[in-house]
């Protein structure tokens, strides 16, 4: 009972709190499939260490300002955006570090019936079944479109797919915009509006990978690091996990 009642104070002083007399404001810059992982993975540091930390997922301008300028001292991705902004001199090379893995997952309006998708084979047929399907672009539906031409479909499916922009999934299927939404597991589940069906099946629950790294703009370098570590410690892996995501494993 001990050793369960002192877990924050122990991983407190062995990970987070070097360099931490002073508590600091951190602000972190999310991807969409990251958020809700970070969110729980931010209230534990924040409760262990004494830091502040804020979790925000700005778009546009908001987001060009705060990657040149700031307020801003992490920043989570998919590995491309990541690398990118690592050549633009945005984000310290030698801190990037991937922390997190998303499967993929189907959903239906609420009250909808809910296809069958335990095979591929099954899969397949709710997709052709469906009157229309809607995915969006970035890692999720790079890897959903790769599933679909994996299983010769992708001719077939173009005329009744929808491609989604801002917001999740889940939004445009709340309101009937499309039959089957598709994207990552952790933003699908558990949203009003929605009936979450299940992951795909197989081989073709492609796996997004989400890193994170210190922002060059960043005015708390030493305890955005210490983030970094609280983020890939076995303590965080728990916290991941319950938002329907898992550790990242080299």
Known sequence: MRKMTSVLATLCFAVLCQGAAQAADLIILTNQGATPGVRELAAAFSRASGHKVTVIQPAGADLEQR?????ADLMTGNPGPIAD???KGKLVESTVTPFVLAGLGLAVKAGA???DIGTPEAYKA???AAK???YSRGCSGTNIGK????LGLTEQLKAKTVFTGNGPVTDYLARGDFEIGIQQTNIM???PGVDFVGTLPGFLNKRCQSDVAVMTVSKEPDAARAMIRFM???EAAPLLRKTLVEPFKS
């Open 132 to 134: 229309s399907i809607g």
């Open 67 to 71: 990657i040149n300028n700031g307020p």
């Open 232 to 234: 890939i410690s076995p």
């Open 126 to 128: 709710a997709l052709l």
């Open 85 to 87: 902004l690592v050549k």
């Open 113 to 115: 019936p809910k296809p």
């Open 189 to 191: 589940a558990g949203v």
């Open 147 to 150: 599933g679909i031409e994996e």
